[in-house]
């Protein structure tokens, strides 16, 4: 679920200040302008599929030399996911990207939550398709990985897409809220590993992301980390607690997923493993902000699994890159 311009200026202002304090958004790579209003502005980048011209962005590299060239996030465990099937092969002819696989952006994305509890949904589609090529993550000849999610082609927008100037070769996306480490971090999603993700992200389903190696991987040798994902926290737009895909689905504003590492660190990866996270009781449950707190609740018996087994990961993968971090000054 996508957060609403007014919910973001509503969340940004209720976060907690110092005396005198402001709340500060700090981007962390140099081509992104984050807005007021919840939403980026990223240039875009020209790629070719067949005859087709393709347009999409390019938000991490695996290696400091991409990040300098196209100003984004380094990410160097999307290094592990070379020669696997997680990965489309592309070459740079000229400035262009040329690659084999593309988006079809014409469905209808649907979510219908349960109007009582929120999560499970009662129906989803996804509003972008991945054909069989298709993922954003592309090798490039020298061994590189960019994380390049196509947004625009001739069958349409992906779901995250404001507005667009192809003159310009800009595009303005709509962000979504999170935590990661303790602080409040604003991240952009683009691909999820199977429909109900893609649906409630607004982001393309893409099956072939959920081969990058490995689910419960969230050391240096996986191209994953995890991300905690409540399914039945606090709910109530005024309620300081409020967290979860319940929250969500009610129309409350964005779950406020739980992602464990940073682009400044070298665990990060946008590849992340999802871990569906319950309470046990609802008396107990209270906003989370770090993963290794959601860890430590699992140990403790606190959280599960959906289902009830233990807390791990749910195997399926959304690629959402950490824009930006908002902190109190």
Request: hydrophobic content about 40%; charged content about 15%.
């Amino acid at each position: 679920m996508t957060l609403s311009a007014t919910l973001f200026s509503v969340l940004l202002s209720a976060l907690p200040q110092g005396q005198g304090g402001t709340n500060e958004v700090r981007p962390y790579f140099s081509s992104v302008r984050v807005h007021q209003d919840g939403t980026a502005t990223m240039p875009l980048h020209q790629g070719r599929v067949g005859t087709q011209t393709v347009w999409f962005l390019v938000i991490d590299a695996s290696n400091s030399r991409m990040a300098d060239r196209f100003g984004c996030n380094r990410a160097n465990k999307l290094a592990n996911a070379r020669g696997t099937d997680a990965v489309q092969r592309g070459r740079f002819d000229g400035n262009v990207l040329v690659m084999p696989g593309t988006v079809d952006f014409a469905p209808q994305r649907v979510v219908v939550g349960d109007p009582v509890t929120g999560f499970p949904p009662l129906e989803v589609h996804a509003g972008s398709v991945a054909d069989a090529e298709y993922s954003p993550l592309v090798q490039l000849t020298d061994g590189s990985v960019l994380n390049a999610p196509q947004l625009i082609n001739d069958s349409g927008i992906h779901d995250k897409v404001v507005s667009y100037d192809l003159a310009l070769r800009t595009v303005r996306l709509r962000l979504t809220d999170g935590f990661a480490r303790g602080n409040r971090v604003i991240y952009l999603s683009t691909e999820a590993s199977v429909e109900v993700a893609a649906a409630l992200e607004g982001a393309t389903l893409t099956p072939r992301l959920n081969a990058a190696p490995f689910a419960g991987g969230d050391g240096t040798n996986s191209a994953r980390a995890g991300l905690a994902a409540f399914v039945n926290g606090p709910t109530g737009l005024q309620n300081p607690e409020r967290q979860g895909l319940n929250s969500a689905l009610l129309g409350e504003g964005d779950p406020l997923n739980v992602l464990a590492w940073t682009p400044n660190q070298g665990r990060y990866s946008p590849l992340w493993d999802v871990h569906l996270t319950a309470w046990r009781t609802s008396l107990l449950a209270s906003r989370q902000t770090a993963f290794d707190d959601v860890e430590d609740l699992a140990e403790s018996g606190l959280v599960t699994a959906p289902d009830g087994s233990a807390f791990g990961p749910s195997d399926f993968v959304v690629n959402c890159p950490i824009v930006a971090e908002v902190r109190t000054r």
